[in-house]
């Protein structure tokens, strides 16, 4: 029925594991630190890696946050 996909969209959602239980100590460090590096080493020289430096040139918030969206 309808009503059950809507809820299972709806769990998927709201009850998605945390993120920081996805990824390595190490990864967290480094997405903090040096979110390009950490970036890089998850998913080589892409276009993931030029936005995250491109981000991180224009504040290191926005790289940080670009960082764990894209290695979650």
Do not use: C, R
């Not at 460090?29 to 590096?37: S, T």
């Not at 890089?40 to 995250?52: A, E, H, T, V, Y």
């Amino acid at each position: 029925m309808f009503w059950q996909d809507i809820s299972f969209s709806y769990n998927e959602i709201f009850f998605e594991p945390n993120i920081l239980f996805n990824m390595s100590l190490l990864t967290i460090i480094l997405a903090i630190i040096l979110p390009p590096l950490a970036v890089f080493l998850q998913k080589g020289i892409s276009g993931s890696f030029w936005l995250n430096v491109l981000l991180t040139l224009i504040g290191w918030v926005p790289g940080v946050i670009h960082a764990f969206f894209t290695l979650k």
